[in-house]
């Protein structure tokens, strides 16, 4: 899936465009422990955390994962900003809490409504 159309389904913002061109979005995952980011990251990766910690982008460069979102509104760091830049990362802010944007997530990839049948 685009990255652009996941933007849009968790009213997320791009503070970091990341790679040109269009970022396909393989996987999610979500963790707050920088130890099961760095075991699940991998290409196509989009990782949803509350860290906001320039190690993130590290990782995210390492395992040549396309983009961060960042639950809460938190504010990332400028040096994760800039570590992003240099590694093509794109960075998202999601205003929505972790369990909502996961579900947003969800809902968006899976096209279904838990609890509906």
Known sequence: MKLEE?????DARILQPGR?????????????KMSALLQQAGPGT?????????QLACVAELMDCPAICLVDGSDPEPDLLE???RGETAVLIC????????????RR??????GRT
Not at 6 to 10: G, H, M, S
Not at 20 to 32: K, M
Not at 46 to 54: G, P
Not at 109 to 114: A, F, M
């Open 95 to 106: 205003p929505h809490d972790m369990f909502e944007t996961c579900g947003r997530l969800h």
């Open 109 to 114: 990839i899976y096209g279904v409504n838990p």
């Open 46 to 54: 989009l990782l949803v955390t509350s860290l906001a910690a320039t």
């Open 83 to 85: 570590a992003a830049a």
């Open 20 to 32: 040109r061109g269009i970022t396909e979005i393989t996987r999610v995952f979500a963790g707050d």
């Open 6 to 10: 996941l933007v849009k389904a968790i």
